[in-house]
């Protein structure tokens, strides 16, 4: 029996590690891709040359994401096979389907058009590489649909029936729309827009620190702080939403994410404490009377229930505790960082160093923030795969705890190399791009974007090319 416990917690870990990895690309091509729309549009409009400039560097970025997401999740989807084939003979009749929708209709949306938007500037018109870039974001965020909407009908499962222990949907609606699907979608797409934020402000900053003051490096950087500091409190917004359809959902994840042991009212929010699950208590705890009730029921004599209401059904506790703080902490820094930097540059006009090294520090804070709130939605789900109907441990395969553990080192040690390489690259395009502004800025007439030389051709100035009479 220790043997299999063993091997189910490894084949967790070994899922854990690929979707934490996986997660993280798709993160930012959701929100990239409308930013790059953004960039297009914005020159389309006679913003100057600066907004394409900032396009031609940010689509590399986009496309080095995408490919690593791409192969990242294609990883992932083997372990339903090899470690979990008890998920899908359970519920592969619901998550099946919307699997098969996200390839269909999101992924070949995207792969459809990221030819024209990667490699288009200059050889269709503005108009049809416009469209191009839209239609790729619009693919990237009905992917976020799809997947979310199982990921959340596991949470919230609705719409279906049971028949010799496998799940059948009755109302599909019901299921895509579930009660969860709503909030968790919504904060989703907030956490990819700020990943992008703070990812496009702090490569900017880190540029503008370097010396580096072209129009699309201004463009970029103000783009992403104001895009940061008008979404972070809408995310706290959501959040909140979001935690109370959790409560009324999720109870267990809920005490788990707050550290409330015995059911109470006037509950306190618990602001530090060291989770003891063994005493069924927290040590050392700080905490400030009757809070948890006033944020979560609304009341500050609001009944919240308790751990011990769910003895043996409730997820392993200081985890969740922590990565629900993890991820609160970063959220206000975000708030900090965002409205103090956009504050200084309408002061200034420009970032002051104080500003610039802070948005540089909070590059990949997105991330950190991200990977917290998803440790929350998924260890907080457990011992349940899906919610009051697949347990974990009823999904887990036999294979042997050996194997999964090589697995898993050869994982780690993989992603490791590769989040290592990606962050690297994309540092080395932003100096790329730099020393390529200082060559243009010294002899702008061997410019080989204005000369049209090499792959990102010019696009001619005035009239659009159909308007000219050339070819699309």
Same mark, same amino acid.
């Given at each position: 029996m220790e043997?299999v416990g ?16 996986h997660?993280?690309f798709?993160?930012i !091509?959701i929100a990239l891709?409308?930013?790059l729309?953004?960039?297009?549009v ?7 040359d600066a907004?394409?400039d ?5 689509v590399k $970025? ?5 490919a690593?997401?791409i192969?990242?999740?294609v990883?992932?989807?083997f372990?339903?096979g090899t /470690?979990?084939p008890?998920?899908m003979?359970t519920?592969?009749?619901i998550?099946?389907?919307l ?6 209709t999101?992924f ?6 990221l030819g024209i938007?990667l490699f ?6 503005r108009? #049809?590489?416009t469209l191009?870039?839209f239609l ?5 965020t009905?992917?976020?649909f799809?997947?979310l ?8 499962? $609705?719409?279906? =029936? ?6 059948y949907?009755t109302?599909?609606?019901a299921i ?10 919504t904060h989703?797409v907030?956490?990819?827009?700020? !990943?992008t934020a703070f990812l ?6 880190w540029?503008?620190?370097r010396?580096e ?6 463009a970029a950087?103000?783009?992403?702080v104001?895009m940061?500091?008008?979404l ?8 909140d ?8 959902h ?6 788990? %994410?707050?550290g409330?042991?015995e059911?109470?009212r006037?509950?306190?929010a618990v602001l530090?404490g060291?989770?003891d699950e063994a ?8 905490a400030i009377?009757?809070?948890?009730s006033?944020y979560?029921?609304h009341?500050?004599?609001a =009944?919240?229930r ?5 003895p043996?059904a409730h997820?392993?506790?200081a985890?969740v505790?922590w ?5 609160v902490g970063?959220? &206000?820094? %975000?708030l900090?960082?965002s409205?103090y ?5 309408r002061?200034?006009g420009e970032?002051g160093?104080?500003a610039?090294?802070?948005l540089?520090?909070?590059t990949?804070s ?5 990977v917290a709130?998803?440790y929350?939605t998924?260890i907080g789900?457990?011992?349940w795969?899906v919610?009051?109907?697949?347990? !974990? ?5 036999t294979?042997?705890a050996g194997r999964?553990g090589?697995? &898993?080192? %050869?994982?780690?040690?993989l992603?490791a190399?590769?989040l290592?390489a990606f962050?690297s #690259? #994309?540092?080395?395009l932003a100096r790329k791009a730099?020393e390529? =502004?200082?060559?243009k800025?010294? /002899? ?5 974007f204005?000369a049209g030389?090499?792959v990102?051709a010019?696009?001619?100035a005035g009239?659009?090319?159909e308007?000219r009479?050339?070819h699309?």
């Open positions: 043997a063993d091997a189910v917690m490894l084949a967790r870990v070994q899922f854990a590690a690929n979707i934490t990895f997660i993280l798709p993160a !091509t891709a409308w930013v729309l953004y960039f297009r914005r020159y389309n409009r006679g913003g100057g907004w394409l900032a396009y031609r560097f940010w $970025v986009f496309a080095l994401t995408f690593i997401g192969v990242s999740g990883t992932m989807s372990q339903f /470690n979990w008890g998920y003979e519920v592969g009749n998550a099946g389907p699997l098969a929708y996200e390839v269909l999101a070949f949306l995207e792969a459809s058009f938007m288009g500037v200059g050889r269709v018109s108009r #049809v590489h191009a870039t790729v974001a619009a693919g990237t009905l992917s976020a799809w997947i909407a199982l990921n959340s009908w596991m949470q919230t499962p $609705v719409g279906f =029936e049971m028949i010799e222990g496998r799940a949907a109302d599909w609606l895509l729309f579930n009660p969860s699907f709503p909030y968790r979608f989703m907030i956490a990819s827009g700020l !990943t496009v402000a702090g490569v900017s900053a540029r503008w620190r010396g003051r072209g129009g699309d490096v201004r950087l103000r783009t992403g104001v940061a500091a008008t972070i409190p809408l995310q706290i917004v959501v959040g939403l979001h935690g109370l359809n959790t409560f009324h999720q109870p267990a994840k809920l005490a788990a %994410m707050e409330i042991w059911t109470q006037g509950a306190a530090f060291l989770p005493a069924q208590r927290n040590r050392y705890e700080v009377p009757g809070l948890a006033l979560l029921g009341s500050w004599d =009944e919240i308790g751990l011990k209401d769910f043996g997820p392993p506790v985890p505790f990565a629900f703080r993890i991820m970063v959220g &206000l820094l %975000m900090a960082v409205w930097a956009l504050w200084d540059m002061r200034r970032p160093p104080l610039s090294r802070a540089v520090l909070m990949f997105g991330w950190v923030a991200l709130g998803w929350v998924e789900r457990q011992p795969l919610y009051g109907v697949l347990s !974990t441990a009823e999904a887990a395969s294979v042997p999964i090589l697995t &898993l080192a %050869m994982y780690l040690t992603y190399a590769l290592t962050i #690259v #994309v540092f080395h730099g390529g =502004e200082r060559a800025d010294m /002899n702008p007439v061997n410019d080989p204005r030389v090499g990102l010019p696009e001619p009239p659009d090319i308007d009479g050339g699309a």
